[in-house]
């Protein structure tokens, strides 16, 4: 393993000097803290000149990467190929996870984490310990911050608490309390309203026999929240307060592991809560919640009833919600119960028919020590805790679309700003339909008054920068969503990276076996794990990366695959999903945005050929947007040129001039043609030439000039009966029939359609011909009035009334529905 290269923990350190210009350091600073992400141009110029970027601010930040790749190849060897990229639409720091500080913190105490839930507490106190040494200050503390280094400031601060926190923990399960103290003081001075840290200084001063001490620590502690916040020291503070006063003797001794912990612990000491009540900004779940709401009145003594679901779903908000609908049924009370919190164990019901909440349950051994305490027990937990006797579930999902008018009131602004069922509806889908991604973005609504809803609508649009709009204040989308990804073993956690690289929607375990490089059994069985730490979604045989964590798999496979293997893995999905891009398409098939998508993620990984084959897929498909269909057939264009493929040139050069066609741009359309025409013919492709003629033949009849345009398509007239040439040309013929003499010379050429389709074996052709014959009839019944609607190309085109092809756009068709 190579040294640390990069250091962001504390002050910019580079490995041979890091540059001393201010504006180079917070470019390499800002693309670091992102390392082997995309950070947008825009994103870099927000965080460069945050009040008011200069006009020149896009060409300067080129100068000063280039600036900063001159000085990193100075500085000393890297690994092969440059630190700094260029990837649309922004810059990439490639850095290997061992060469920048705050990935190796971010590792060893995630493994920390692990071995502590574990109960291994001597590796969770050395990988913390190894995690924290580091640290040499806050993120960047030499570099002014702006708005994505403030966020990540913070949350690597989190990060570095919590890591200290666990240590303690650790240290205090391995007897070191009278070590602890000195630091425990310094702690709690650095961090006056972190009541964890008072908590491990009272339990290690009762431990060292100073109770008078550990006491004093309580006072001091709710002086300070009084006095700063006007609130008194949560539950297991009070307790532990209650614990010390009676002088309890567990509590002197280290535990031998981890055990379930009580908020609401029922008891003289307890200082047990009662369930809070119902968030009053609770929406939708109507389905979920009468069902939990029917288990509950039908649950006894001794039962447990689990809502599980992915984080950030709202399983505690409608746990709470249907307890209090349900509390009727519950005349001993209602209790709150969080295994993660420390303490002892809830004491026996006080009374018959007492609700237990059991919030954030991690496993089985969080509630087999409560089965026998006389309490129905209600579970809330990412995974089913599946061991546990008789157990009854609601599953969580995110929100459904047709739930998109209750969403309306939470993204209502207090200042009257409106959202429409529209906007709402935008919002949530960008959102994943994730009820705690939502009230991000609402919060995010509400702390600007400047933004209009449309502007919201518009901050999620990019995704390579939607998690970091769905951060404010405590609500961190990416947080939550990473404790699935933590709280899984390695292999896991490569498994959900590299399903990132299956276009978005639903997919088979034959798909994810390419991505994964697994047999199909194999795969199945990772997909099963993977669903079962709601990572991915099922029904039946089809699954589905959640948008959200799509986008966390994408940042993690940046951050922690190889190039090459992320490569190889591309091209595997790739060949997986030619079928569909060639032939018929089924459930699991992509829909038109998630292949070009795909053919996006080929060219990018420099597959140039793979790239080309998927797009010559979405020749298929009706695609409304015409400026995402262009920039595809531009990119395939590309790659045919990069990987020297002059059919594939041409065949694109075709496929961008019918797009040209279809929206009235003619001079563009021949212009293309006729490259396209030419680039056939010089490599003797005899398919597309005749496809260029048709398309030329076309522009003609299209002008008037019909009887040229019959000229034109004589060549393609005589290609081979099976070849799509031919067809086209046949159709092309029709149309110039029914211009020149009607209805019954068009039949002619339309018959000549059904039998072509036939030899083609193409349902979709044969459907056209048969559409245009009937439309003849049509005309026929009504005597010659008009030329009816006979379609200019398959599903896309019609003649309206009064000519077959005229320029102005009430005359020429329209996209068929």
């Known amino acids: 393993m190579s040294a640390v290269r990069f250091g962001i923990l504390g002050p910019l350190e580079v490995s041979g000097g890091a540059p001393a210009a201010a504006k180079l350091r917070g470019v390499l600073g800002t693309l670091l803290v992102r390392a082997n992400e995309v950070v947008s141009v ?73 071995a502590l839930n574990d109960g291994d507490f001597a590796a969770a106190a050395d990988l913390q310990r190894r995690a924290l040494a580091l640290w040499r200050g ?31 923990r650790a240290e205090l399960h391995l007897g070191m309390h009278r070590e602890l103290v000195p630091e425990l003081h310094e702690l709690a001075a650095e ?28 006072t001091r502690l709710r002086h300070t929240l009084v006095d700063e916040l006007g609130i008194e020291p949560g539950p297991r503070s009070r307790r532990l307060q209650q614990l010390i006063l009676a002088g309890d003797a567990a509590l002197a ?131 089913v805790p599946a061991g546990l006797p008789g157990l009854r579930t609601v599953l969580l999902g995110p929100w459904r679309p047709e739930e998109a008018r209750q969403l309306v009131r939470l993204l209502d602004g207090p200042d009257g700003r409106r959202v429409s069922v529209e906007q709402a509806e935008a919002v949530a889908g960008r959102c994943g339909w994730l009820p705690l991604a939502v009230r991000a973005a609402a919060a995010q609504l509400a702390a600007r008054p400047h933004w209009t809803p449309a502007t919201l609508v518009d901050r999620l649009y990019a995704e390579e920068s939607r998690l970091d709009a769905l951060h404010t204040g405590d609500m961190d989308v990416r947080a939550r969503l990473l404790t699935a990804y933590d709280d899984c073993d390695e292999g896991r956690r490569r498994q959900f990276r590299l399903l990132s690289l299956l276009p978005p929607g639903p997919f088979d375990a034959a798909r994810a076996a390419a991505a994964l490089d697994l047999t199909g059994a194999r795969a199945l069985a990772a997909l099963e794990g993977l669903a079962d730490d709601r990572l991915v979604e099922a029904d039946r045989d089809i699954w589905r990366l959640p948008e959200l964590l799509r986008l966390v798999a994408a940042e993690r496979l940046a951050a922690e695959e190889d190039p090459a293997t992320v490569r190889a893995a591309v091209r595997r999905v790739c060949l997986a999903y030619l079928p569909d891009a060639a032939g018929p398409r089924r459930a699991t098939a992509p829909d038109a945005p998630a292949l070009a ?29 015409a400026v995402a269909e262009e920039a595809s057939y531009a990119l395939a264009l590309d790659a045919a040129r990069r990987c020297a493929d002059r059919p594939a040139q041409a065949r694109m050069l075709r496929l961008l001039a019918e797009l040209a066609w279809r929206y009235r741009r003619f001079a563009r359309a021949h212009d293309l043609l006729g490259r396209a025409l030419e680039l056939a013919r010089e490599c003797g492709d005899e398919e597309e030439t005749g496809q260029a003629l048709v398309g030329l033949a076309e522009l003609l009849l299209d002008g008037g000039a019909a009887d040229e345009a019959a000229d034109l398509l004589g060549p393609a007239l005589a290609a081979p009966a099976h070849t799509r040439a031919r067809y086209e040309a046949t159709r092309a013929r029709a149309l110039v029939a029914l211009a020149q003499e009607g209805p019954e010379a068009a039949r002619t050429w339309f018959t000549e359609c059904l039998t072509l389709a036939g030899a083609l074996d193409d349902p979709g052709l044969r459907m056209y011909a048969r559409r245009s014959l009937r439309a003849l009839d049509a005309d026929a019944d009504a005597r010659g009035a008009g030329f009816g609607a006979v379609e200019v190309r398959p599903g896309l085109w019609r003649i309206h009334r009064g000519g077959p092809f005229a320029r102005s756009s009430t005359a020429c068709g329209e996209p068929c529905r």
């Open 42 to 114: 825009d994103v870099l110029i927000d965080e460069l000149w945050p009040e008011s970027p200069p006009r020149t601010a896009a060409t300067t930040l080129q100068v000063y990467v280039s600036h900063l790749r001159k000085a990193l190849r100075t500085a000393g060897p890297h690994h092969e190929g440059e630190t700094l990229l260029t990837r649309r639409p922004g810059y990439l720091a490639r850095v290997t996870p061992d060469e920048l500080d705050s990935t190796a913190f971010l590792g060893l105490a995630r493994r920390g984490h692990q």
């Open 138 to 168: 806050p993120l960047l503390s030499d570099i002014p911050h702006g708005p994505l280094l403030e966020g990540a400031a913070v949350r690597m601060g989190e990060a570095r608490t919590t890591a200290l926190d666990e240590r303690v």
């Open 191 to 218: 961090f006056p309203l972190r009541e964890e840290f008072h908590a491990h200084l009272m339990v290690s001063l009762y431990r060292c026999g100073r109770q008078a001490e550990a006491l004093r620590v309580f």
């Open 253 to 383: 001794r280290p535990e031998p592991g981890p055990r379930p912990v009580a908020v609401g612990a029922v008891g003289p000491v307890g200082g047990d809560t009662a369930l809070p009540g119902p968030d009053p900004s609770f929406v939708g779940r109507a389905e979920e919640l009468g069902a939990l709401e029917a288990l509950l009145r039908g649950a006894g003594a001794g039962d447990v009833v689990a809502v599980t679901g992915m984080p950030g779903a709202g399983k505690t908000a409608l746990a709470v919600k249907a307890a209090h609908r349900a509390a009727d049924a519950f005349p001993g009370g209602l209790r709150l119960l969080d295994p993660r919190d420390g303490g002892p164990l809830p004491r026996p019901a006080p009374a018959p028919g007492t609700l237990l909440v059991v919030d954030g349950v991690a496993s089985e051994a969080d509630v087999r020590p409560l089965l026998p305490l006389g309490y129905t027990l209600l579970l809330t937990a990412r995974r």
């Open 597 to 625: 998508r795909l053919a996006r993620t080929a060219y990018d990984a420099g597959l140039w050929e793979l790239t080309v084959r998927l797009t010559d897929g979405l020749a298929g498909f009706a695609r409304p947007d």
